[in-house]
C-alpha cells in the first residue's frame, strides 16, 4: 500500500496568511493526488484533483502543485471560511489511501 | 444534481453484521463507480472499497475478508455489508462517487454514523 505522509498535522494561522500543507508519498503517484476540505460535522469536499486541478467552484487563492513523491497544497490569504481539516489522497494505486489530514485553526 | 445519501442503523453490537445503503441521483451506476469511506471518530479517512460502473468490486486488504459491496441498479442503490463488527468499526461512513475509472472522489454523501457497543 502506498503511505501518505501529511505534513503539518495541525496548522495555526491569521486572515491572509499562506499556508502549505505538504504530502509525502511512499512511492511515485504520478501527480494522482486530490485534495480535500473538511468542515466538522460535514463530508470532505473536493477542492482540487491531479496535483493542480481546481475543481469548479474552488476559489483561486487554493493551489496545488508537485511531483513524483512530493506534493503540496498552499491557500494564499486565508479566510475564515477556510478553517477546515484538508486531506490529500492518492488514486494512483489501489488501495486509495489518504493523508492524515492538516487542522488549520485561527491564531 | 448528483447526490449521495446513506442510511443505516446508527448503534451496533459487536459480532453483528453492519448493512448501510448508499441512495444516488443525478447519475446512473453503470456510468460511474462508488466507494465507500469510513471515518473513526476524531480520525482521518480510509477507503474501504468501491463497486465500479461494470459491477466489478475492489476492497482494501484490511476489511477484505470481512465486507461485501454491492448494488442494485434499478433503485439507484449502492450496499455495504460488514460482518464481524467490532468496537474499532465505529465512525461515521461516507458513500462518494468516482467520475471516472479507477479514479478519485468528487460527489460525497453526508454521511451515517455507526457506534458499535455492547
Known amino acids: 500500500d502506498i503511505q501518505m505522509t501529511q505534513s503539518p498535522p495541525s496548522l495555526s494561522a491569521s486572515l491572509g496568511d499562506k499556508v502549505t500543507i505538504t504530502c509525502q508519498a511512499s512511492?511515485?503517484?504520478?501527480?494522482?493526488i486530490a485534495w480535500y476540505q473538511q468542515k466538522p460535522g460535514k463530508a470532505p469536499r473536493q477542492l482540487i484533483r491531479?496535483?493542480?486541478t481546481l475543481v469548479s467552484g474552488t476559489p483561486s487563492r487554493f493551489s496545488g502543485s508537485g511531483s513524483g513523491r512530493d506534493y503540496s497544497f498552499s491557500i494564499s490569504n486565508v479566510e475564515s471560511e477556510d478553517i477546515a481539516s484538508y486531506y490529500c489522497?492518492?488514486?494512483?494505486?489501489?488501495?486509495?489511501?489518504f493523508g492524515g489530514g492538516t487542522k488549520l485553526e485561527l491564531k | 444534481q448528483v447526490q449521495l445519501e446513506e442510511s443505516g442503523p446508527g448503534l451496533m453490537q459487536p459480532s453483528e453484521t453492519l448493512s448501510l445503503t448508499c441512495t444516488v441521483s443525478?447519475?446512473?451506476?453503470?456510468?460511474?463507480?462508488v466507494g465507500w469511506v469510513r471515518q473513526p471518530l476524531g480520525k482521518g479517512l480510509v477507503w474501504m472499497g468501491t463497486?465500479?460502473?461494470?459491477?466489478?468490486?475492489n476492497y482494501n486488504s484490511a476489511v477484505q475478508s470481512r465486507l461485501s459491496i454491492s448494488r442494485d441498479t434499478s433503485k439507484s442503490q449502492v450496499f455495504l455489508k460488514m460482518n464481524s463488527l467490532q468496537p474499532e468499526d465505529t465512525g461515521t461512513y461516507y458513500c462518494?462517487?468516482?467520475?471516472?475509472?479507477?479514479?478519485?472522489?468528487?460527489?460525497w454523501g453526508q454521511g451515517v454514523m455507526v457506534t458499535v457497543s455492547s
Open positions: 462518494a462517487r468516482h467520475p471516472g475509472i479507477e479514479d478519485y472522489f468528487d460527489y
Open positions: 463497486i465500479w460502473a461494470g459491477g466489478s468490486t
Open positions: 512511492q511515485n503517484i504520478n501527480k494522482y
Open positions: 443525478g447519475f446512473s451506476l453503470t456510468s460511474n463507480g
Open positions: 489522497l492518492q488514486y494512483d494505486n489501489l488501495p486509495w489511501t
Open positions: 491531479y496535483t493542480s
